[in-house]
Antibody, heavy 119, light 107 residues
Framework: EVQLLESGGGLGQPGGSLRLSCASSGFTFSSYAMNWVRQAPGKGLEWVST????????YYADSVKGRFTISRDNSKNTLYMQMNSLRAEDTALYYC????????????WGQGTLVTVSS | DIQMTQSPSTLSASVGDSVTITCRAS??????LAWYQQKPGKAPNLLIY???NLESGVPSRFNGSGSGTEFTLTISSLQPDDFATYYC?????????FGQGTKVEIK
């Protein structure tokens, strides 16, 4: 069974940093692209970032480009998101999602970690 | 960037009804479209991929169709468990934009 467990959320200061992690199990982590999707309180889903299987290619939404960095450690089966220069509008529940094999849709999701940006 | 527009934003229906949600893309994305269901306080759940393929374990009352820029999700004979919010997502490129969501409410 695929399991994705996010952590690292919490209260961040405007202009500050947070690092999210997503520990995975139940599948061969290195064989799948991985993603971060966020959902602001009471709002819809927003794709944030994707990283390919080897980590060689990374893609970002315009809203986070230059501030967030996605990475992965295939030896630890873990996905990361380094979030810098935090803004109030980054407040959201951040989901880790697994891509289907060589496909761009998301077939498994974690339960999310809440990031609140406030002074 | 490809924009995804869902309609309606909210839909009121009764158990047993058939409902249809539409998703329009700003350019052709065929067939790279997925549909997800999200219940309050829960992560989204994949229903349909590649516009019309039913994910394993999803009831057959969910049906996806469409091509090019216009796609639909039809739920035939709504069940109590189906009252939720539904999102479309394109995966034409590595920027999987979601539609804004359609909330299916009990009439």
């Amino acid at each position: 069974e695929v399991q994705l467990l996010e952590s690292g959320g919490g209260l961040g200061q405007p202009g500050g940093s947070l690092r999210l992690s997503c520990a995975s199990s139940g599948f061969t982590f290195s064989s799948y692209a991985m993603n971060w999707v966020r959902q602001a309180p009471g709002k819809g889903l927003e794709w944030v970032s994707t990283i390919t299987e080897s980590g060689g290619n990374k893609y970002y939404a315009d809203s986070v480009k230059g501030r967030f960095t996605i990475s992965r450690d295939n030896s630890k089966n873990t996905l990361y998101m380094q979030m810098n220069s935090l803004r109030a509008e980054d407040t959201a529940l951040y989901y880790c999602a697994k891509s289907a094999r060589r496909q761009g849709y998301f077939d498994s999701w974690g339960q999310g970690t809440l990031v609140t940006v406030s002074s | 960037d490809i924009q995804m527009t869902q309609s309606p934003s909210t839909l009121s229906a009764s158990v047993g009804d058939s409902v249809t949600i539409t998703c329009r893309a700003s350019q052709s994305i065929s067939p790279w479209l997925a549909w997800y269901q999200q219940k309050p306080g829960k992560a989204p759940n994949l229903l349909i991929y590649k516009a019309s393929n039913l994910e394993s374990g999803v009831p057959s009352r969910f049906n996806g169709s469409g091509s090019g820029t216009e796609f639909t999700l039809t739920i035939s004979s709504l069940q109590p468990d189906d009252f939720a919010t539904y999102y479309c997502q394109h995966y034409y490129s590595y920027s999987g934009t979601f539609g804004q969501g359609t909330k299916v409410e009990i009439k």
